[in-house]
C-alpha cells in the first residue's frame, strides 16, 4: 500500500471513536431531557401500635378480698356430772375422734347409782306405810272425838285430827320422790354422751381410770360449722352486707380459698361483726360461718376446714348497676386513662374513680360506653400521638 493510502485511514481510526463519544453523549442527553421527574409522595404516617378495649356498661359485683383464721363456733370442756370408775371408753375417745349427737363417750361404774336407786325406793315404801298409818290413826281420832259428849266442845284441832302427822308424812314422801329421780339421774349421768356433733381435741382419760364430777376429761369442738375472723379495713365495710345484733338480714356471701389456689373449696355467709376497731391496725372484723366445714370439698380433695386455718376469703359485696369496668393498669396517675378518639389519636383523660379492685378499677365519670382505651404502657405519652390500635378481648 502506498504511503498516501496509508494516511486516510490512519485519520479514520482516530475520528471513528471520537465520533462514536459524542454521538452517545448526545443521545443521553436526549434521554434525560425526556425523562420525567418522580412524583414525591409524603411518608405515611402508621403511628404507635397498641392494645386497645371497647368499654361498655354492666352491673358488677364488688368484690372485696381479705384473709383470716378459721375458728371453732363451739369449744366446750368436757366434764363428767358424777363420780366412778371408767368401765368403759369409746374407741373414738382420742384426739381428732368425731363425734355424733348423742353418742356414747364412756360409761361410769353404775353400781352405786343403782344401790341408790333401790334405796330410794325403800325410803319411798317407808314413807307410803307411815302416810297410810297416819291416816287410819286419823280416822280412829276423829271416831274417839266424836264419842266424846261434852256439851260445848267444838272442833277437833289438827293434833287431834292427825292432820299435821300427815302432812308431814306426804312431806317425806315428796323428798323421797325427788331422792329417787336424783337417783336416776345420776345413773343416767353415768353414761357420758356428746352433746353435739363434734370432735375430741384434747383427751386425758383412760380405762379403769376414777372420776371425779366436776374435772375436765377433755376438750370437745363442734362440727356442724366453723366461724372465720376476717379483718377488714374500715373504708371496705360500705360494700357488704353486715347483719345487724337481732336483725334477719342475709350477709354477703364469702367464698374461701386455701392460699395460692384459684378455685374457691368452701362457701360461707357474714353473720356479724365484732363491733370494735382495732387500735393497732385501725381494721374492724367480721365473721364468716362456714356449713359443715368437715365435709369434703367437691374441687379438691381436702376433707375439712380446720381450726387454725389461714385462708384466703373472697367476700362478694353489693351490686353496682351500669357502671364501666376498666382494667387496673389502664389507670395512669390514678386519675388518668389513655383514650383513642376517631382520627386514632391519643386523648389523656381525667376520670372519677368509684372503686379499685385487686384487678378492676371502676369508673363513674369521664368514659363513655363505645370508647376505646389503651391498655399498653408507652416510655412517652401526648395529647394527639397518633396510634395504631388493635382491639384486645377484656377480662
Excluded at 307411815?130 to 261434852?150: C, D, G, H, M, S
Amino acid at each position: 500500500m502506498t504511503e498516501t493510502n496509508r494516511r486516510p485511514a490512519k485519520k479514520l481510526k482516530i475520528i471513528l471513536p471520537i465520533l462514536i463519544l459524542i454521538i452517545g453523549f448526545a443521545g443521553f442527553n436526549m434521554l434525560t431531557k425526556l425523562k420525567k421527574a418522580p412524583h414525591r409522595q409524603a411518608p405515611q404516617q402508621q403511628g404507635v401500635l397498641v392494645d386497645v378495649i371497647k368499654l361498655e356498661t354492666t352491673d358488677y359485683q364488688t368484690i372485696v378480698h381479705a384473709s383470716g383464721t378459721v375458728q371453732a363456733t363451739q369449744e366446750i370442756s368436757l366434764v363428767p356430772e358424777v363420780s366412778g370408775k371408767v368401765i368403759w371408753v369409746s374407741p373414738q375417745l382420742v384426739s381428732g375422734g368425731l363425734f355424733k349427737k348423742g353418742e356414747l363417750l364412756l360409761k361410769i361404774d353404775p353400781s352405786n347409782y343403782q344401790l341408790a336407786i333401790e334405796k330410794a325406793h325403800a325410803e319411798i315404801a317407808q314413807v307410803r306405810v307411815a302416810l297410810a298409818t297416819e291416816r287410819e290413826r286419823a280416822k280412829v281420832a276423829i271416831a274417839e272425838w266424836e264419842r266424846i259428849e261434852i256439851t260445848d266442845k267444838g272442833k277437833p284441832g289438827p293434833l287431834v285430827t292427825r292432820e299435821i302427822q300427815m302432812q308431814q308424812q306426804q312431806a317425806n314422801l315428796a323428798a323421797a320422790e325427788a331422792n329417787l329421780k336424783q337417783a336416776q339421774l345420776n345413773l343416767q349421768r353415768t353414761e357420758l354422751k356428746a352433746p353435739f356433733n363434734g370432735r375430741i381435741s384434747q383427751e386425758q382419760v383412760g380405762l379403769g381410770q376414777y372420776l371425779r364430777s366436776g374435772t375436765s376429761i377433755g376438750k370437745f369442738v363442734g362440727t356442724d360449722r366453723a366461724e372465720i375472723n376476717v379483718p377488714l379495713p374500715y373504708s371496705e365495710l360500705q360494700w357488704l352486707k353486715i347483719p345487724l345484733a337481732g336483725g334477719r338480714q342475709q350477709g354477703s356471701a364469702a367464698d374461701i380459698f386455701l392460699p395460692g389456689e384459684n378455685h374457691p373449696l368452701w362457701h360461707g355467709t357474714i353473720i356479724r361483726s365484732l363491733g370494735e376497731i382495732d387500735p393497732a391496725t385501725r381494721m374492724e372484723t367480721v365473721v364468716v360461718a362456714v356449713d359443715n366445714p368437715c365435709q369434703k370439698s367437691p374441687t379438691a380433695g381436702y376433707s375439712e376446714l380446720s381450726t387454725g386455718l389461714f385462708v384466703n376469703v373472697q367476700l362478694r359485696g353489693k351490686t353496682l348497676h351500669q357502671v364501666i369496668t376498666i382494667p387496673r393498669k389502664a389507670l395512669r396517675n390514678n386519675q388518668r386513662v389513655w383514650v383513642v378518639d376517631r382520627d386514632n389519636k391519643l386523648e389523656i383523660r381525667s376520670v372519677t374513680v368509684a372503686r379499685r379492685e385487686k384487678g378492676n378499677i371502676l369508673v363513674s365519670k369521664g368514659l363513655a360506653p363505645g370508647e376505646r382505651v389503651v391498655v399498653t404502657s408507652l416510655s412517652a405519652a401526648a395529647n394527639g400521638m397518633m396510634l395504631r390500635p388493635v382491639k384486645q378481648e377484656q377480662q
